[in-house]
Structure formats: C-alpha cells, structure tokens
C-alpha cells in the first residue's frame, strides 16, 4: 500500500528535477536531486495524470518551524527494493523502508539541542503549477508518549494515519501555519480551500546526540485511526525498535518475487536492467486489502491503476504468471469498482470516483479477464464477471459503438471489438452460447475502423500518436488485417517504414518544441518509441506476416540502445510498470498477446531462463546464443542480432513462432536453435487468427 522515497515536489512523480513536460526535452528545477522530506505514496512512471499523491510528509530538521518547505541537495542515496537512504545537506542520514500498510523512518542526527520531527499532513501532489493537491477536511491529535494521529480528506478519501516516535524526553506538539501550539491536543478543520489551506501537523522537539537514531513509524488506513494503529501494530509488534526487522521482511519479499524469473548469461549491465525491469514491473498497483473507503466488505482493494491502457498488454500478463494470487485479486477488486460506481475504470486512483482517462481506450479489463479465466487462475464468481463484462461494453464510448458499428476516437473501435471478442470467449465457455454468439457477430466490427484504401486506420484524433502507431495492434484476426492492407507484402512494407529501414535518423525535439516541429514529427509516420503506449506491441506484428527475422531485429535494437543502468535508463516512460514488463518479456523472446491465450516467440536476450510459477518451471534454453553487451556497457556500434533457426517445445518440433500461454503456465521447457542469419523458421505457419485459426502458407 506504501510507496515511500524523497520528496522535491518536481516532475515526475514528486521526486524529480523536472518541470512539468509531455513533449521534448523537460526543463530541469533543479541543478541536482533535493528533497524537503520524505512522502509515502508516490507513484511510479506515470505521465501527466492529473494528482500525484505524495500525502504526509516527513521532515527532519536542524532548523526552526519557518524553515519548513525548504530543499536540500541529497548526497550518499541508496536506493534497493524496499529500501532508501540519503543524506540531506544539512548531515542528517535519512533511511526509509516500508511494511504492507505501515512505513519505517530512521533518522541519524548531528548533535543538536532542538532537532526537529515535522510531519506535515497538508501535503500533497507537485509544487508545480496546478499540481497540488489541497485537503478536504482534516484532524490531527497528540495523544502523548510519543504518540499521534490524525485523518486528512483528500479528493474524498479519509486517509488516517498513527504515529509513533521513539524520542524518549521529546516534546511533541501541534503546528499550524508553522507556528507551535503550545499546550493544544487537538486541531480541526472542517472546511479547507485553496484560499484558506495554510499547513498543518505534528511536531517532535528536543536535543539530538551525535550518531544517536530517530525511529518514526507511520501506520496508514483508508478506515479510521484505530485500524492505522492495529496495521501497524501487525507490522512492527509491541515494542521498537522496528526498522531493521521491518526491513529485513520486506526485503525478503522483494527477494522472492524479483528472484522468480532467472536469468544465466548477459553482461553485468544487462542483468542489472532485467533485475530493474523485474522490480518496477511488481511496484504497481498499491494493493490495500480490507481498505476500500467506497465499499464497506474486506477484500482486495487496489488503486494506482494508472495505465491500464499498456498494462494490460505486458504486466497484467507477468503478474499472471509470477503472481497469480495478486492478479486474480486486482481482477476481483477491479469488478468490485464496476459493480459499485458503474464501470470498469481505465484508470483507478485513490480518489473518490474513477479517473477514468477515457480519452485514452475503452473496455481493457475485458481483456485481462478472457486470459485469467482462460489460463484457469483463481476462484472468481465467473458469472459475477460476465455480466459485468457484458454491461460495461454498452457504457461511454460503448453506447455509440453498439449503435453504430464505430466510434471516434477511432482506436476506440478497436478496443470495444477486441472486447466483445473476449467476452464472448468467456461466455462460450460459461455454456451462455446465445450471449456468445452476440458478442462474436460484434467482435467482426474492428474492419470499420480502417480505410480500405490505405490499409491504415481512419483520420481520427489519437491520444499520444497518430494513425500509424496505432494501426499496428495486435488484433484478434491478424489475418483479415494483413489481407485489408493488401497482403504479407504490402503489410511489411509499411512495418518497415514505420520503423526507418533504409531511412535517415530522425532529430529528436528539443526544449519547448513548437506545434510546428511536433506536427512536422508525426506527419513523418513513425516508431516513436516503447514508451509510447501502442508502439509497445508493433514490432511483433511482423510475426503475422511471416517475418519473425524483423521482429527479432527490432526488439534487439531496443534491448541493446534504449535501456541502461542509472539514472536515464529507460526509454521515456515507465506507465507504472508497464514498458518494464515489456523488457522482461522481450528479454525472454516472449511477448503474451493479451486476451487470446498466446506468446509470439522470438530470439532471446540470455542464453537460459526459468520462470517460476508457483508449483512448476517453465525454462528457455539456447543453443548458438553470443552473448551481446547493451549501451551501458559503452557500445560504439550495433552488436548484430540473432535469429530463432529452429524450436522445440517440450522436445516437440515447434515450427510456428508461437506457443499457448496455457502452456507456459503449465511448465516446460522452450529449447531455441538461434544463429546469426534470418531463417525459414516462423515463415510458412503464422499465429493463428480468428479468420484463419490455423493460418499456414503465406497470404497473396
């Protein structure tokens, strides 16, 4: 539930050096990393959503009251999973680690007479223009023995917090507007505004012994202080100090659930990505269990759910297979959010109503859901999810859909097809033939969105794109699409000049680019990058049209150029995890097709791999593998790429670049012939399609 680490206030995400930016190059605020206090729920990669969280601040000070607010240059960060530390300016060492629903300050002080604990429950979101997040109402309570709590509503959800600091001698008080209030026990605010906000919370005061440690632990609750203090008491105990044990767990965790893919081979900079990549793909979404503030049952509860226009495409998939207990959950709970405020949200933040992003797609947790229950994955009432699936599809973008056969924004029509295929899915294997039969008829509609003439979508307005980066989605007929844009041929040719072969570099665009030069970039019809949300899946569709060799030459580009250790090293981004998933697929020579129980397989990046799911390994080994270095390792030129020349599952000759996703759930082993040519292999017999199930032979 906790996602704790520095706070500057800059963009993205609250830890940044950056203005506010969606195109170009960012401007920076600040010479270096700095932070004015640490926050505990922040998200991670998201682009330009509207809040940002970063609710109750921490800060550690040498300084008066007055000072409050102040940045100072971080030094010495340590950054692991479930872990950070650094050194403020002012030679305070600052460690963070956090539990489920609790987090854990150490602070080491300088010696000083009137050190300094301010937890400041005002704060909230970005210190950038129309970025903060201003509370509702609020309370704060000292309640003695080093004890507080308080409840701060923020866009409707109470969020409750108790503190504890182990300060023996330390006095604790109430501030308001940086001013003590000596003597006060308790502040209220029952009506707070832009205008009238000044900053509130608790302060603990008194004299600091050089190298002597702080420890503050912070319970949090979407229910009330009582259960703050008893998520607490479960993760620390009775007694402190707590900091080294809450640590050790929560990197144990971290431990096994980075550690169930493992990679052999690779240089040191490309398992230090992978092990990254691993890692941000398991940060998001928070899952808060028993906390939902809308709906009075227990159960799972999960918000951050961002970007569920890509992580449906990559991590949703990952987490099936690694986590599959937290996938059904972040079903369950997403059902859970239909059923109570009407529809499934495309994103989900912890706000009172949905943060929909409409603009962005429709119907995406049909998707996720067609693949759990496909893949058998937990114990959903299925036909709980049916109905819901159902309803939803006739909701927003739906309604003109259902009547129509298509709807602008134009990608829109390929969701809601892609949707209704899905669902019908899941109700042809609930017996509910009728309803089945309904929504197949409907799935057809996905030829309406594209112009014949061109092989390309519609004019239409795209959110982060134009018609090129959208036109190459994985559909559930590859097939008719290939034959709609003219054929194999005709289809590769456009691949090929979405991604520049045999064309210039494109100058990327600088601070503050003009209308002019962004249009000027997308009239160019290009690959705009991973972390562009529909480029993510462009490059395997080369494997509907024969030509895995292509896909292979993409993502190794990718892998080896756009990806590196520190800071930098990712590709734009992150989308809450999503493009990370990419990179553990694509490391893997798998990429899941969401929604139709598949992988598309291509050439690997490491000589061997198991993933571990639950009960069972499934294991990629090679021969012929040449291990190459990726940019971190300071590459001058492009290591050239390898090729699948011939694969076997299960000791099976598998002769289409493709596998069911059933069967690496089931466990096995993936055994690839790779070499430095293109090969016939994956030419003849193509992924199926709903046209031509059993595509083999090339089209015209």
């Keep these: 539930m906790v996602s704790a680490c520095a706070y500057s206030g800059a963009y993205p995400t609250g830890y940044g050096v950056y203005t506010k930016n969606t195109e170009g190059l960012p401007e920076e605020m600040f010479d270096g990393p700095q932070a004015s206090g640490f926050t505990h729920f922040q998200q991670s990669g998201t682009g330009a959503i509207r809040k940002y969280y970063n609710y109750v601040r921490v800060t550690p000070m040498v300084q008066s009251l007055d000072a409050l607010g102040q940045a100072w240059p971080l030094r010495d960060e340590v950054a692991e999973a479930g872990y950070y530390a650094a050194t403020l300016d002012t030679g305070i060492r600052c460690e963070i680690t956090v539990g489920a629903k609790a987090a854990i300050h150490r602070y080491t002080f ?116 009582e259960q703050a203090r008893e998520n607490l008491r479960r993760e620390c105990g009775d007694g402190p100090p707590a900091f080294d044990t809450v640590r050790a767990r929560t990197t144990d965790r971290w431990r096994d659930h980075v550690g169930r893919i493992e990679v052999e081979g690779g240089s040191p900079a490309r398992r230090q990505v992978f092990a990254t990549a691993m890692y941000h793909s398991l940060i998001k979404p928070c899952f808060a269990d028993d906390e939902s503030p809308f709906w009075p049952t227990s159960g799972p509860f999960a918000f951050d759910v961002c970007t569920m226009w890509d992580i449906y495409k990559t991590q949703l998939p990952l987490l099936a297979a690694i986590c599959p207990d937290r996938a059904v959950d972040l079903l369950e709970s997403l059902i859970r959010v239909c059923e109570e ?111 014949p003439d061109t092989g390309l979508l519609w004019d239409s307005s795209f959110y982060e794109g134009g018609k090129w980066n959208y036109s190459f989605r994985l559909l559930h007929d590859m097939a008719g699409r290939i034959a709609l844009a003219g054929g194999d041929k005709a289809f590769v040719a456009m691949l090929d000049s979405f991604f520049g072969y045999g064309a210039p570099a494109v100058a990327q665009p600088g601070q503050r680019p003009d209308p002019a030069e962004m249009a000027a970039g997308y009239a160019l019809n290009r690959f705009q990058g991973l972390n562009n949300e529909p480029d993510m899946e462009a490059p395997w569709s080369y494997h509907y049209a024969g030509r895995p060799d292509r896909t292979a030459e993409v993502v190794h580009a990718a892998l080896t150029w756009q990806f590196g250790t520190g800071p930098g090293g990712l590709p734009g981004n992150d989308d809450s995890g999503a493009l990370s998933s990419w990179y553990v697929w694509a490391s893997l020579g798998l990429f899941p097709i969401a929604g139709q129980n598949l992988f598309l397989v291509s050439a690997p990046a490491f000589a061997h791999a198991t993933i571990h799911l639950r009960d069972r390994e499934f294991v990629i080994e090679t021969s012929g593998h040449r291990e190459t270095p990726i940019s971190s390792d300071g590459l001058s030129s492009v290591p050239p790429p390898q090729y699948v020349q011939s694969a076997w599952l299960n000791g099976k000759p598998l002769d289409v670049a493709c596998l069911r996703a059933s069967d690496v759930h089931a466990g096995g082993r993936l055994r690839l012939e790779l070499g430095p040519e293109p090969s016939a292999w994956g030419h003849a017999i193509r992924p199926p399609s709903l046209s031509d199930p059993h595509r083999t032979g090339a089209t015209p």
């Design 341 to 451: 405020e009407g529809n499934f949200p495309i994103g989900y933040r912890m706000a009172r109503g949905a943060d929909r992003f409409f603009r962005q797609a429709s119907a995406l947790a049909h998707t996720a859901l067609a693949d759990a229950h496909a893949l058998d994955l937990g114990d959903l009432d299925w036909n709980w999810a049916l109905a819901h699936m159902d309803g939803d599809l006739r909701r927003m973008y739906g309604e003109d859909f259902y009547e129509h056969g298509v709807v602008h924004p134009i990608s829109h029509t390929l969701d809601l097809a892609y949707a209704y295929h899905c669902t019908a899915a899941v109700a042809r294997a609930l017996n509910d033939n009728a309803l089945a039969d309904d929504l197949a008829a409907r799935s057809h509609l996905w030829t309406n969105a594209f112009d």
């Design 110 to 225: 300088p010696e000083h007479r009137n050190a300094r604990i301010v937890v400041d429950l005002s704060c909230g979101g970005l210190a950038i223009d129309h970025g903060r997040t201003v509370p509702l109402r609020a309370y704060a309570e000292s309640i003695g023995n080093g004890r507080a709590q308080g409840t701060v509503v923020v866009e409707g959800v109470p969020l409750s917090v108790h503190v504890e600091v182990d300060s023996p001698g330390w006095r604790q008080m109430l501030w308001h507007d940086r001013r003590l209030i000596e003597g006060g026990t308790r502040l209220d605010f029952d009506r707070i505004r832009q205008t009238t906000l000044r900053p509130f919370g608790l302060l603990f005061m008194g004299p600091a012994t050089a190298g002597r440690s702080v420890e503050v632990r912070i319970g949090f609750s979407l229910r009330g202080c």
